[in-house]
């Protein structure tokens, strides 16, 4: 009778440890979500340390200086444009902020949206 019930505990807790890991594997990643949507970005890249796009219209400073290949300093830069000029229509507007020219611009524009 004491053989069968320590059975049964191992049986329980292997049944746990498979649902822990199972919930580990497919449980929804932390996306460590900003007040905007999030979206996936239109090109995949390897090298990527942002994994969905960010919004140059709602994006703060902090936030765009978590995008791969945009120093503080250009964070600051986008965050003043918009304040002075406006919305970005589109990524590519991204070009008229002081700083960004067409390599940077290509370098960025998958991990950025509007």
């Given at each position: 009778?004491?053989?069968?019930?320590?059975r049964?505990?191992?049986?329980?807790?292997?049944?746990?440890?498979?649902?822990?890991?199972?919930?580990?594997?497919?449980?929804?990643?932390?996306?460590?979500?900003?007040?905007?949507?999030?979206?996936?970005p239109?090109?995949?890249?390897?090298?990527?340390?942002?994994?969905?796009?960010?919004?140059?219209?709602?994006?703060?400073?902090?936030?765009?200086?978590?995008?791969?290949?945009?120093?503080?300093?250009?964070?600051?830069?986008?965050?003043?444009?918009?304040?002075?000029?406006?919305?970005?229509?589109?990524?590519?507007?991204?070009?008229?902020v002081?700083?960004?020219?067409?390599?940077?611009?290509?370098?960025?524009?998958?991990?950025?949206?509007?």
């Open positions: 009778m004491k053989r069968r019930s320590e049964l505990l191992i049986a329980i807790a292997l049944l746990v440890i498979a649902a822990a890991l199972l919930y580990e594997t497919f449980r929804a990643p932390d996306l460590h979500t900003a007040s905007a949507p999030q979206t996936v239109t090109q995949t890249a390897s090298t990527a340390i942002s994994r969905f796009a960010v919004d140059l219209n709602t994006a703060s400073a902090e936030e765009l200086a978590g995008v791969r290949g945009v120093s503080e300093q250009l964070a600051r830069a986008i965050v003043e444009d918009r304040a002075e000029n406006g919305r970005f229509s589109s990524v590519e507007d991204i070009l008229r002081k700083g960004v020219g067409q390599a940077t611009y290509e370098k960025l524009r998958a991990y950025l949206t509007v």
